[in-house]
């Protein structure tokens, strides 16, 4: 690092004194968005749940000596120059990195490992990626069904790629991911929903797992031991208690109604006295703001069947519902969403129309998108809304479509998929584990 002193000779009077700091860059970190590759010798060290041994483990100290010679040498380690940096400047530039660079740079040294590692620097990470304006650190997860036939793969795009039309490092365009290897290869897996970076999953064989797509890292949940026909789960974060929530409507062979839900903190599950009736309208609920949202309808003499959407906080643990947005006219289909910090509703109309209804004190209508010369207009059944971008962009899901629409001039980009998108899933690439709180 120089720091040098001087006066700026231009402008009238005096000249003013002028800093300028000249830092020397960590190697291959000079732009923020490049992928950095690890070296050779320690390809094997990113962080992956088949790769961390105990400390006292044979292999986990052959490697820290092979880091530690790597280190040693500064004629071949640019890394061993990052020593004489102050440990708030590299905290500072670390923090801002993709997860999946972090992981590898868990490798560089046991102090590196340490930091990245650390409660602080994973939420201190979470926040500035969860708050990234462009969503530079936020991918999807979804499927494509041909149908009758499914993939049993998740394909993953970065959003980027999306909205900017190139590949950041987080993922590229359209990249396949096995998730079902996780328990076994005949075992098919949906997502449920996401948070902080970590997915919840379900099976075909009534398993649940938590799991971070980025470090790959997953935890199979323990199991009610309850006998049902059907289960609607939702998952989030209770900020009061500090803990990761799975929330399961379990609908028993009994003809009962049970909820329960799973606290990562206890690994464990409690029934919750919720007078509960009606049907859910939703397999994978909505997480948004601490609380888990779903659509049920019943049947009343009065009015006949009624929808209203459903709310639970995952903090208080408190039940209530709420009525849907009053419309002028009632939609052919309808998908309940989130939007940020926002519950969302998708109203689809035969009248080649699509109306986005958000919800933070009231129900607005967010924005009106005509689908008139769209191909998939009448895919009305097949949508879903992703997310919203601060300049007013909605990326929503229309058949085999993914749509970018501009409010400002009325227009949409389409990016076509191989069939019909499903279980798609809007997440953050964060370093959150799914076994520690």
């Known amino acids: 690092m120089v720091v040098a002193n001087g006066t700026n000779a231009g402008g009238g009077g005096g000249g003013a ?35 961390h041994e105990p400390e006292n483990h044979p292999n986990y100290l052959q490697k820290e000596n092979k880091i530690d010679q790597y280190l040693d040498g500064s004629n071949s380690n640019p890394f061993a120059r990052t020593r004489d940096l102050p440990i708030e400047l590299i905290n500072e530039i670390l923090v801002s990195l993709p997860a999946k660079s972090l992981g590898r740079f868990t490798c560089v040294s046991k102090s590196w490992l340490s930091l990245i590692s650390s409660p602080e620097f994973i939420k201190a990470h979470l926040a500035i990626a969860s708050g990234s304006d462009d969503f530079g650190h936020h991918c999807l997860i979804f499927r494509v069904y041909k149908f009758p036939n499914c993939d049993p793969h998740h394909r993953k795009y970065s959003v980027d790629s999306l909205f900017y039309g190139a590949s950041s490092e987080t993922a590229s365009p359209n990249e396949v991911i096995d998730v079902n290897h996780l328990l076994n290869p005949n075992a098919l897996v949906w997502p449920v929903s996401s948070c902080n970076g970590l997915v919840c999953m379900k099976t075909n064989n009534s398993v649940l797992l938590l799991f971070n797509p980025c470090t790959r890292k997953f935890k199979k949940l323990p199991q009610t031991g309850l006998e049902y026909r059907t289960a609607d789960f939702g998952f989030g974060y209770d900020k009061l208690n500090e803990d990761y929530k799975v929330f399961g409507i379990y609908h028993l062979i009994s003809s009962r109604t049970e909820i329960r839900v799973y606290s990562l903190k206890n690994n464990s599950w409690r029934n919750l006295k919720i007078r509960y009736r009606g049907i859910c309208r939703d397999t994978c609920l909505q997480y948004a703001c601490g609380n888990v949202f779903w659509r049920r309808s019943e049947f009343t003499q009065s009015n006949g069947v009624r929808d209203i959407i459903a709310r639970f906080d995952l903090g208080n643990e408190y039940y209530d519902e709420m009525d849907l947005p009053d419309t ?22 035969r009248s080649d129309r699509a109306d986005i209804w958000k919800m933070k004190d009231s129900w607005t209508k967010f924005v009106s998108i005509s689908l008139v010369d769209h191909p998939a207009k009448d895919s009305y059944f097949h949508t879903q809304v992703v997310c919203s971008l601060k300049n007013g962009e909605v990326l929503f899901v229309l058949g085999a479509y993914f749509l970018l629409y501009n409010p400002k001039t009325d227009t949409y980009k389409s990016y076509p998929q191989t069939g019909t998108i499903g279980n798609v899933m809007f997440y953050v690439e964060s370093l959150v584990s799914p076994n520690v709180v």
Not at 19 to 45: C, E, G, K, R
């Open 17 to 51: 004194l002028r800093s300028v700091i000249i830092i020397f860059p960590l190697p291959s970190l000079a732009s923020f968005s490049s992928p950095y590759s690890a070296p050779p010798q320690f390809s094997n060290f990113a962080m992956d749940s088949s790769s």
């Open 328 to 349: 002028e006219s009632k939609p052919d289909h309808h998908k309940l969403g989130a939007l940020g910090d926002c519950i969302s509703l998708f109203y689809i109309y």
